[in-house]
């Protein structure tokens, strides 16, 4: 089959609360989503890079460039047998993994549904239901965390992440451990240290968490490697990986033992399943990471999920997590397990409503 129109859109969505990590903080969320159309279906993603350069160098403007003049250009009107052919496609360009893995997940999703197939049975996947974390911002001071964190427990969440950062670390993690005990807990650092706070992380150790994420260079391998000698608390990388053969690296010299697969970090869906088999053959459980999604993106996340070696809780939380209203129709919902059931319908498995969409559509461009 063939794309035969790209749509890109810029819609805007209110967040029910700012999310901040130690780069910087979203309220409104701007994202694009992508319509990839072909033989009257349309496959949906959604382009899930923030509004600054903070967490990568991608931006919604970005996104936007290289999805109009670059992306798009190269898919349409070309014949594929099969949609983990287009990451081959885009090969000739350098990085913008954001903008790529939009397009490419837009067209597994067309696929899917072109084949009547859920998305996750055409990426190999085989798991009814997925385990749930949550993410949980820096938060203004203590007494206001520790009441979202209570709630966050109480909903039933297999996992809740801390975002940390210097001064908001040792203190919080250890006021919350008090708190609530043993729940599952981890903390994301968003590379906000380096090697000279080593004593600092060193004290992390005591609490016992699942791991820390990036806690260096978002840029780095090899001071992670040296900082998982020295901590107990298994390091699990985000930024710093971008593609399989980077997992691969990473594994191989001890800087990590666990890994975050996003999908628009690694540049789409085929590349995400590739460093997934990286890490299920060596042993290196993986999660499935969040960019604060509306619904589409998260149909996409649960997709990828149900392969063997996401082992730990995910940070794709329910719809209500982050929105009123979300865009797709039913909403993603956790069970009172802390589960999500994926869902069986073709393709990503949720509708997307377009009157929402179209209500929050901010600029739109159709491609031919
Ligand atoms: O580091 O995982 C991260 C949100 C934006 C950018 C980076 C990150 C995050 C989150 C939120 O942690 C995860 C979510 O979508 O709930
Ligand atoms: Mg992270």
Redesign the pocket.
């Known amino acids: 089959m063939r794309v035969e129109r790209v749509v890109v859109r810029e819609i805007e969505m209110q967040l029910l609360a700012p999310f901040e ?1 130690s780069f910087g903080r979203e309220d409104v969320r701007r994202v694009l989503i992508v319509e990839a159309q072909g033989g009257g279906i349309s496959g949906f993603a959604e382009c899930c890079a923030l509004s600054g350069p903070f ?1 990568n160098e991608e931006t919604v403007g970005t996104c936007w460039h290289m999805l109009r003049d670059f992306l798009a250009p190269v898919v349409l009107g070309r014949e594929f047998q099969h949609p983990s052919e287009v990451d081959g496609w885009f090969a000739p360009i350098r990085r913008n993994h954001i903008a790529r893995a939009a397009l490419e997940s837009a067209v597994w999703d067309l696929h899917a549904q072109a084949v009547g197939e859920p998305l996750w049975r055409s990426l190999g996947g085989d798991r009814t239901r997925i385990d749930v974390g949550v ?1 949980v911002g820096i938060h203004p001071d203590l007494a206001s965390l520790c009441r979202t964190v209570e709630g966050f427990i109480r909903d039933g969440y297999r996992k809740v ?1 801390i975002k940390i950062k210097p001064g908001k670390d040792v203190e919080v993690i250890r006021e919350l451990r008090r708190q609530f005990g043993d729940v599952p807990m981890m903390a ?1 650092a ?1 590379s906000a240290y380096t090697l000279a706070d080593i004593d600092t992380l060193r004290r992390l150790d005591e609490f016992g968490l699942m791991m820390i ?2 806690p260096l260079g978002h840029d780095d391998i090899i001071d992670h490697a040296s900082l998982q000698k020295a901590l107990r608390t298994p390091i ?1 990388l ?2 710093s990986i971008h593609h399989a053969e980077d997992a691969r690296r990473a594994i191989a010299i001890g800087a990590c033992r666990i890994i ?1 697969i ?1 999908i628009a970090r690694v540049g789409g869906l085929a590349p995400a399943k590739a460093l997934h088999d990286v890490c299920l053959a060596a042993g290196v459980p993986v999660w499935c ?1 969040g960019m604060l999604e509306t619904g589409i993106g998260r149909a996409h996340n649960i997709a990828i999920t149900t392969l063997p070696g996401f082992t730990l809780p995910g ?1 794709t939380s329910g719809s209500h997590r982050y929105w009123a209203e979300d865009i797709i129709d039913p909403p993603v919902t956790m069970e009172p397990d802390g589960t999500i059931l994926v869902p069986q319908s073709p393709g990503r498995g949720y509708e997307v409503v377009r009157a929402r969409l179209d209500a929050r559509t901010v600029r739109s461009e159709a491609l031919r």
Request: aromatic fraction near 6%; include cysteine; hydrophobic fraction near 0%.
């Open positions: 990590t967490y993410s992440k994301d968003n994420e990036q699990c985000d930024e975050n996003k990471g940070d």
